[in-house]
Nanobody, 112 residues
Framework: QAQLAESGGGLVQAGGSLRLSCAVS????????ITWLRQAPGKQREWVAT???????VYADSVRGRFTISRDDAKNTVHLQMNSLRPEDTAVYYC??????WGQGTQVTVSS
């Protein structure tokens, strides 16, 4: 069974950047779909980006062109590079392995 550990969250000013990491243990990151989702206070969880086992990346309209999902097979880690951050990007960010295995989340706060 896969276990996930997110890191890299924090407080950043609008226009800044953060790089989130999702370290996977127990399974290979290249063997399944890895997804980033986020949940802002009082809102439903929202899909952000997905990378397939073949390396294809897809993005939500709200982050396309600003966020980049990538995979480091040697480190068994998936990253989410977030640029041009906006206050509305403030949320807890989660990674998910396949459809059912979640990390604990990492807080991202963007100040205006």
């Amino acid at each position: 069974q896969a276990q996930l550990a997110e890191s890299g969250g924090g407080l950043v000013q609008a226009g800044g950047s953060l790089r989130l990491s999702c370290a996977v243990s127990g399974r290979s990151v290249s063997s399944n779909v890895i997804t980033w989702l986020r949940q802002a206070p009082g809102k439903q969880r929202e899909w952000v980006a997905t990378i397939s086992s073949g390396g294809t990346a897809v993005y939500a309209d709200s982050v396309r062109g600003r966020f980049t999902i990538s995979r480091d097979d040697a480190k068994n880690t998936v990253h989410l590079q977030m640029n041009s951050l906006r206050p509305e990007d403030t949320a807890v960010y989660y990674c998910r392995y396949g459809s059912a295995t979640w990390g604990q989340g990492t807080q991202v706060t963007v100040s205006s």
